[in-house]
């Protein structure tokens, strides 16, 4: 079975400053990685995602995320922050372990993300 | 082009009512899935329906249900509510045939149970 970690519940920084969330993901196949993101009353958006093309991935909003099997993560970055960026992050997994149920992600427990002015 | 639109989007129920939320995916896409988001458990799956057939169901008691329609749409069903259902419940849909192929989510239904 696969699973996300996603360490620290809260990440707080500095508008301008660098933004990293940390993903990791445990499975035994090759995963399919997703970032979204989750403004307050909202539904989910996808910043970006992982599909074994590339791994660096550039997303929306000057996100990326670099995919390292090596250390099973799959970290989300952005140089310089800014206050529209506040908001609950997710990192979701998807592996053809689930057969053909594609509409199945397993996510994060989130991160939520506070720009300070 | 339109996205995933959830109704309603706040309701509030009495513990032993049951409710039904609707989702109407993306045109043209055949997949559904519903997920219920609370801050205790976070964001967990559901069920998905894929062509009017449910193709995979999480780990939730029987008294959540839900089907699909011949236009893909889909309701979801929670009977004998319970206070622990408090939640937002989000529909999200796919083309359904892609394993690489990103879920779009609604805005949720917030259901309150008192």
């Known amino acids: 079975a696969q699973s996300v970690t996603q360490l620290g519940s809260h990440v707080s920084v500095s508008e301008g400053a660098l933004v990293l969330l940390r993903c990791n993901y445990s499975?035994?196949?090759?995963?399919?990685l997703f970032w979204y993101v989750q403004y307050p009353n909202q539904g989910l958006q996808l910043l970006l995602k992982?599909?074994?093309?590339?791994?660096l991935v550039k997303g929306i909003n000057g996100f990326e995320a670099e995919f390292k099997k090596s250390e099973t993560s799959f970290h989300l970055t952005k140089p310089s922050a800014h206050m529209s960026d506040a908001a609950e992050y997710f990192c979701?997994?998807?592996?053809?372990?689930?057969?053909?149920?594609?509409?199945?992600?397993?996510f994060g427990q989130g991160t939520i993300l506070t720009v300070h002015p | 082009k339109a996205g995933v639109t959830q109704t309603p989007r706040y309701l509030i129920k009495t513990r032993g009512q049951q409710v039904t939320l609707s989702c109407s995916p993306i045109?043209?896409?055949?997949?559904v899935s519903w997920y219920q988001q609370t801050p205790g458990q976070g964001l967990q799956f559901l069920f998905e329906y894929f062509s009017e057939t449910q193709r995979n169901k999480g780990n939730f008691p029987g008294r959540f249900s839900g089907r699909q329609f011949s236009n893909s749409r889909s309701e979801m069903n929670v009977s004998t509510l319970e206070l622990g259902d408090s939640a937002l419940y989000l529909c999200?849909?796919?083309?359904?045939?892609?394993?690489?192929?990103?879920?779009?989510f609604g805005e949720g239904s917030r259901l309150t149970v008192l």
């Open positions: 992982y599909t074994s093309a590339a791994t």
């Open positions: 979701a997994v998807r592996t053809n372990a689930g057969g053909t149920s594609y509409g199945k992600l397993t």
């Open positions: 499975s035994s196949v090759p995963p399919y």
């Open positions: 999200a849909s796919t083309g359904g045939w892609s394993i690489t192929g990103e879920l779009f």
């Open positions: 045109s043209g896409h055949r997949s």
